[in-house]
């Protein structure tokens, strides 16, 4: 049922919002989910029902027709994507967030490493070692980084305006209804390690050493950010395709230029403040904070940017 709701707000956005529409709205949602039942009693599956349904109501044209509105009034400048470039688009933007996430836990356990090594080693070398393992998880991170950003050169238009057949537009929409909820508790349980990690330090320094407890700070930190990137990224996808964030996508292209600069040297130079910290006075537990501030700065500059 959520798939016909959001199938016909997907049909009716563009459209006048007038009473008349209004109306004709509400009609077709109840001659669908009347439609929807009586399939359902027939012995058809969910999946089969709602095809059906969208197959026997979802006539643009006949729409427009029935509300006298000219398509021209209400068309735009749209990009056809077939079938093929949808799914091969949705192929490959989950392949990126699943480097993308890689990419962020490399960049934990770099911390992780470079920390414990620092700690745990004494001998002339261990600063070298410290550096080794910190440096290197980094590397393959902005490795993945670049390759998961190249990935997608090809896909800048899907960020335009775009039109879809009325087939794979139901399945985009049926797929985003069904990750609605796996959206949720991804977030739900982001959240909740990053309030663990915090609220649970104290404690856990108290019961064991300084190196468990960082290490369970940086690891219950990189699960929460990487399925709040993955639930974040996963969800610009299906309304990318669905046009739903179109507006959206159009003041972050006049942003990003500049959020990037900012971005791209604050995550440096916190990189380098923290390396020199760790290395020289040997601060890996507590000047982690640097990144912190990183991401202050990165928010406030797109908030005074907007």
Known sequence: METIRAYLEQMFKDLPKTKEVAEMKMNLQDHMEDAYHEYREAGMSETDAIKEVLQQFGDMDELLRELNIEKESISVDARYVSSEDAHTYIRKYKKQTTLVCIGLVCIFA????????????????ADALSGVFFFFPIACAVGLFIYAGMSMDGYKYMKEMIELDYQT??????????SKSTFVVEIIIGVICFISAVAGYTVIE?????VIAN????????VGVVLCVHAGTTKTMYRTLLNDNYEELQKEKQAAKASDKVASVAW???TAIY????MVYGWWATAWVVYLFALAVIVLAEVIHK
Do not use: H, N, P, W
């Open 169 to 178: 537009k139901t399945e985009i929409i049926q797929a985003y209804e069904k």
């Open 275 to 278: 390396v020199t910290l760790g």
């Open 268 to 270: 440096i130079l916190a």
């Open 215 to 222: 290490v369970t700070f940086f690891a219950l930190i990189a």
């Open 206 to 210: 108290y019961v064991f050493k300084d």
């Open 110 to 125: 770099g911390l992780s490493l470079g920390y414990v090594s620092s700690e745990l080693y004494s001998f002339d070398f």
